[in-house]
């Protein structure tokens, strides 16, 4: 079918015996983004994490204004992408170069992705990446995430920074602080794969 409008919705329900459920409906059509439903299901991820603590006692939240922050949603799509079939090196090691990269300021407020252009939004998505990428490196680093999005679900209008220094330690010990850490990931990504072919010049 001809079709506009979003190709994937997510939405979490309260089901009559008091249990949750998150539903994802997704249309099918001619000009069909994989990659928007991949977004939205990685957010329904996100999401039954956030809502994990509250298993338990669903009523006390309010699913409407529930929303997953855009920089896990897209950091962790990222890096699974990454992972599982592998961008080219220079494409994070140029952004990394070019001064593109978001500080963790500008990553944590920023709630409409697909509003920006495509060299803003790929910046943004590998900033995000990393993020996610340095705060699983964490010892311990998972459950301080699952810790950290807990108390995002009831208290959204946080500010992130004093939240990740109550759920990662390590924060508090760091002098040169969290943002010239979390930039050593970015190159870390952009370090040569295995995967990757030499070009012409680097065989020679």
């Keep these: 079918d001809v079709y506009r409008g ?21 249309r099918l059509h001619d000009r069909f983004d994989e990659e928007e439903f991949r977004i939205e299901a990685v957010r329904a991820l996100v999401v039954e994490q956030m809502l994990t603590p509250f298993a338990a006692a669903p009523n006390s939240l309010n699913f409407e204004a529930l929303q997953a922050p855009e920089w896990l949603v897209h950091g962790f799509d990222e890096m699974i ?16 170069e070019s001064g593109l990269l978001l500080s963790p300021e500008q990553l944590f407020v920023l709630e409409d992705p697909e509003a920006l252009d495509p060299i803003s939004y790929a910046a943004f998505r590998i900033s995000a990446a990393s993020m996610v990428n340095a705060l699983l490196k964490q010892e311990e680093g998972d459950f301080g995430l699952r810790e950290l ?43 040569q794969q295995r995967f990757e072919f030499l070009d012409r010049q680097e065989t020679e």
């Design 6 to 26: 979003d190709d994937a919705r997510m939405r979490v329900k309260l089901m009559f015996d008091d249990r949750l459920r998150i539903l994802i409906a997704v």
């Design 149 to 191: 999005l807990g108390e995002l679900t009831i208290s959204p209008s946080a500010t992130v920074f004093p939240l990740l220094r109550k759920h990662f330690p390590a924060f508090r010990e760091m002098d040169q602080g969290l943002e010239k850490w979390w930039t050593l990931q970015v190159a870390t990504m952009g370090q």
């Design 81 to 96: 992408q990454h992972r599982r079939s592998g961008q080219s090196s220079v494409f994070y090691k140029g952004v990394l």
